[in-house]
């Protein structure tokens, strides 16, 4: 599996950003989409997943404020990022689990919250 993040940027207190990740490859097998961040001197941290079946979590520092979706035609996964704030600065990965295999991990996208 093969996953390429984009959207990231620069955006003020209070902005929005929409986050990508296509997928390709064995993405059959695929049965949890994530997004994870890591900001400098952090561990990386769960921000929402979806499973296979549509259901989500997220983590409690972007409930409310985040959405996570896939788009199953297109094999794209977003993160809908609404009232960011100077904590959400981090490097923003994708993340797929698939039966039998070790996690697979995008390249990560910056996301810098600043005014």
């Known amino acids: 599996v093969q996953l390429q993040a984009s959207g990231g940027g620069l955006v003020q207190p209070g902005g929005s950003l929409r986050l990508s990740c296509e997928a390709s490859?064995?993405?059959?097998?695929?049965?949890?989409w994530g997004w994870y961040r890591q900001a400098p001197g952090q561990q990386r941290e769960l921000v929402a997943r979806?499973?296979?079946?549509?259901?989500?979590n997220y983590g409690d520092h972007v409930k409310g404020r985040f959405t996570i979706s896939r788009d199953n035609a297109k094999n794209i996964l977003y993160l809908q990022m609404n009232s960011l704030k100077l904590e959400d600065t981090a490097v923003y990965y994708c993340?797929?689990?698939?039966?039998?295999?070790?996690?697979?991990w995008g390249q990560g996208t910056q996301v810098t919250v600043s005014s």
């Open positions: 490859g064995g993405i059959q097998s695929v049965y949890v």
């Open positions: 993340n797929a689990i698939s039966i039998g295999t070790e996690p697979y």
């Open positions: 979806i499973s296979h079946a549509g259901s989500t």
